[in-house]
């Protein structure tokens, strides 16, 4: 059975830094891409950010580029999203997910393999 299991969401001030784990089991790690989303109440689910199975490249979102960084530990079969400068409008709930795609999960997220049950982001003033 495959699991994706979320952790490290918070409450956190307005311009602070959160790191977002997500430790998988019963995959192959190695072999998927992985990515980061979010929702929002009364919102669409949001791409964030995807890194190729062996971690040498990442794709962002225009809205997060250069304040959220994924990694990838394929030893511990975690993949990692460090949030930095954030803000308010980030507050929602993120979810990582897995693909043996990289194009799945940045483009067609209906059909990404397997889903986390997300942790909350509560971005305070």
């Known amino acids: 059975q495959v699991q994706l299991v979320e952790s490290g969401g918070g409450l956190v001030q307005a311009g602070g830094s959160l790191r977002l784990s997500c430790t998988t089991s019963?995959?192959?790690?190695?072999?998927?891409?992985m990515g980061w989303f979010r929702q929002a109440p009364g919102k669409e689910r949001e791409f964030l950010a995807a890194i190729i199975r062996g971690g040498g490249s990442q794709y962002y979102a225009d809205s997060v580029k250069g304040r959220f960084t994924i990694s990838r530990d394929n030893a511990k079969n975690t993949v990692y999203l460090q949030l930095s400068s954030l803000k308010l409008e980030d507050t929602a709930v993120y979810f990582c997910?897995?693909?043996?795609?990289?194009?799945?999960?940045?483009?067609?997220?209906?059909?990404?393999?397997?889903w986390g049950q997300g942790t909350q982001v509560t971005v305070s003033p």
């Open positions: 997910a897995a693909d043996l795609k990289l194009h799945t999960l940045a483009q067609v997220a209906s059909e990404v393999a397997y």
């Open positions: 019963g995959l192959t790690f190695g072999s998927y891409a």
